[in-house]
């Protein structure tokens, strides 16, 4: 606990953290100090540089910056005396000297500071006027325009650029009178390091920074703000929507809230105008005569619940299977999971988690007893070592990659990379462990072996709080470094170095993601972290952990509901009798205790004949499942498909009737993000057309097929979610209009939990696992040479159904390419941006090709979001045996030109 300073400022006795400066003191007493260069709700460092923050201090030599000048005990502050006032009038003065008066039609009038200041301070016009230097705004990007005649030099911009968001993309250019702000001369905004976040826009205090969507659409007053939860990854981003005569205009940070304080990516900012796309699915639609006609919802709703119940009779309920979506809400695939199991009467549901993250589930699950990230995002900052591996982060999780970015930055964290690729975290890294796809078993264990064989492991820690240890260091015995290094093809000593980096931080945090769990032993590479992690005694304690970044909105949410065929929310094991029996009585209804299908498996029964109908809830499996033409068969032989969606996806364009619902902005509820974060999911908009929310419309099926399904709102499902599900019974919607809260949360009073298995696992023993290393299903041969990975880029989602309609996103990058090496690429007679035929066992595409140094020789990387030229047409539909995870990172392929 941080020494307490006391001071008294304008006669009020404030007490602060020693360390605090005036500025901060003040704030935490409700004192408004003038600043325009300071914005510590975004993280910004005081820079002292535009002087009107100054304060009168007894007892020293002149004013002084409160934004940068240390509280101190005893200390007296003066903020606003005669000459403070005066001050800070010829600051504001000089500002406007060579501002222009436009007012009245800036776009940022009503949240200018500028303007704010001089209304408060009387500046009405400038003494020191002298003719403005008329230069015509820079839109040298789809969204971000800068005027350089409204910009004061504050320095905000530079300031979050570099060390908050740490791109280092703009700066200070010229000299003088010529001052202003930009990428570097003569770079295009499209190959600077610019990632388009447009933090910059939050901070800035004036009009100099804009949206060119926002252009003309409205003043700062008119719009209506609302806050919500970013749609996209799985960081859980709070954004205010900006609102006007029902259309959202533009999304800015929500300062201050949440697990990243306000900060946005790409498409947490600008990949919004999806919202009103002319396409978005506003009638249902029913197949007739081979084609997809508009219907009533009578008539959509009246023939799936007759078709459904035929199916149920003619061939029972486990003919019947539904997928549940992680871009839904809690509620909404709470209700999905209940209709499948006490509606159809079938365990036959799951959702996308099984295509990314259901090892980590059944992984963690069985090592610590908790499927989910040990520590929260905040607490990556504390972390003396970082180990990410098998995690794009600055790309698939853009707000946390910049937390570990500024946790290196800081210099008080030493950053560890394992990825094939060459990624932006590794330009960080204190060492790139670039290990060939498929061998990270033997990577991570010869970590412990080092660890082992240097005596870095935690012993008591090992001797208190685990069970299976002498197993694990039989396992881990042959993985030598110089043994993993002819599997994973990273030098011995680097694997030393990593381990000793790893065990001898006073905190070590891990990081992973889907280049860890998408894998035939993807539940082992989850295990072997836990493995580490326990070994070292880096589990629950601050700057430590296990933390899988999860991949879109909702995923964890649709976990923790219960949208999986093994267990109910809370995760709660259907053939457990005790808990079956506590839901039966809840819902009214015998349930069924055998495991249903999982994602794949549900493609395979249905080509198999043995699946009737399907279900789906805002999934498009084909385009995110593996082997999507043998998923286009599989779909094509069902008796009858239902597809929920805001778009006419690929998947839709299949179904028997089509239902349109309502996208994030348009409906209530809650989202759990990545680190076990519920929060509010609040409505600004109206649904297009007739479409509904994805809870009314289960809800009113459920009712036309005999169960009664009737709750007055979302806020009502969450009560029986929390009545049914412990993790969350201490969740209400009372408590999430002020607050977020991270599960467990076990009563009304608990504050919710930051770190799990503080002092004990949620198993008990946290249990050692020893695994061996087991190569991938398909490696390359001489008929297809290279291995093929596949993943995600930052400006666009999954399968694009929002993003791939967002105008500012599909401007960044409207096409896919596949990356190869430059040495492959000669070798073929390849050059950059060459079409390529990519061939495996299973199907072909033609795409770009971009050649680069990402990937190494024999490797090649491609994108799934792309319907032109889909990734997973190529991909093959081997399964972890445990988790039922397809292999999306490791296959063959064949490349060649494409003419």
Known sequence: MAEKVSLTIDDIIVAVPEGSTILEAALRAGIEIPHLCYKPELGLSPTSSCRLCLVEVKGARGLVASCSHPAADGMIVRTDTDELRQHRRMVIDLLLSDHPHDCLTCEKSGACDLETYAYQLGVKESEFAGELVRVDPIQDGPAIIYDQTKCILCGRCVEICHNVQVAGAVDFLGRGFDTRVGLPPALPRTESVCAECGNCLDVCP???????????????????????????????CPLDMHLRDGRLVKVTGAPGAGPTRGLLCVKGRFGFDFLGHPDRLTEPLVRRDGALMPATWEEALGLVARRLGE???????????????????????????????????????????????ASTVAGLARAFGSGAMTNSIDD?????????????????????GAVIKRAVRGGKTRLIVADPRAIELTEYADLHLQQKPGTDVALI??????????????????????????????????????????ITGVPAPNLA???????????????????????????????????????????????????????????????????????????????????????EHA????????????????????????????????????????????????????????????????TAQLADVVLPAAAFAEKNGCFTNTERRVQRVRKGLEPPGDARADWNITCELAGRMGYVMSYADVAAVHEEIAETTPIY???????????????????????????????????????????????????????????????????????GTMSRHSEVLGRLVSVGAIEINPTDAHRLGIADGDPVKVTSRRGRIEIAARVTERVTPGTVFLAFHFREAPANRLTIAALDPVAKIPEFKVCAVKVEPAR
């Not at 064989?453 to 039989?474: C, M, N, S």
Request: aromatic share 8%.
């Open 380 to 400: 990556l900052g504390e972390a003396e070592a970082i180990f990410v591996i098998g995690s794009n982060t600055t790309e698939c999780h853009p707000v946390i």
């Open 497 to 583: 170095e990593a381990a000793r980096i790893y065990a001898r931080a006073g905190g070590a945090a891990i990081v992973y993601s889907m280049g860890i769990t998408q894998h035939t032993t993807g539940t082992d590479n989850v295990l072997a972290l836990a493995n580490l992690a326990m070994l070292t005694g880096n589990i629950g304690r601050p700057g430590t952990g296990v933390n899988p970044l999860r991949g879109q909105n909702n995923v964890q949410g649709a976990c923790d509901m219960g949208a999986l065929p093994d267990v109910y929310s809370g995760y709660q094991k259907v053939a457990d009798g005790h808990v079956r029996s506590k839901f």
């Open 587 to 650: 819902w009214g209804v015998s349930l069924p205790d055998s495991t249903g299908l999982t994602v794949v498996e549900m493609m395979e029964a249905a080509a198999g004949g043995k699946l009737k109908a399907i279900y789906i809830m805002g999934e498009n499996p084909m385009l995110s499942d593996p082997d999507i033409s043998h998923v286009e068969e599989a779909l094509r032989g069902l008796d009858f498909l239902v597809v929920q969606d805001i778009f006419l996806t690929e």
């Open 206 to 236: 004036t009009g100099a920074l804009s949206y060119a969507g926002a252009q003309g659409q409205g003043r700062e007053w008119e719009f209506e703000r609302v806050t919500t939860i970013c749609p996209y990854c799985g960081c859980g």
């Open 445 to 486: 264990n010869a970590l412990a072996h080092v660890i082992l064989e240097e005596g870095l492991e935690d012993e008591q820690f090992i001797g208190e709080r685990t069970e299976g240890f002498e197993e694990l260091r039989l396992a881990v015995e042959p993985y030598t470094p110089e043994f993993a290094e002819k």
């Open 729 to 799: 019974s201490g969740i209400t919607y009372d408590r999430l209009e002020t607050q977020s809260l991270q599960w467990p949360c076990s009563d009304a009073e608990h504050p919710g939990t930051a770190i799990l298995h503080k002092d004990r696992f949620t198993r008990g023993l946290g249990k050692f696992h020893p695994v061996t290393f087991i190569p991938p299903k398909e490696l390359p041969d001489d008929d297809y040479p290279f291995l093929l990975s596949t993943g995600r880029i930052l400006e666009h989602f999954h399968t």
């Open 311 to 357: 199916i149920k009779q003619r061939s029972g309920a486990h003919a019947i299977a539904g997928l549940a979506s992680a871009k839904c809400t809690n509620e909404e695939n709470y209700l999905m999971q209940k209709f499948m199991r006490a509606v159809i009467g079938t365990n036959n549901v799951d959702h996308c988690a099984r295509l990314c993250h």
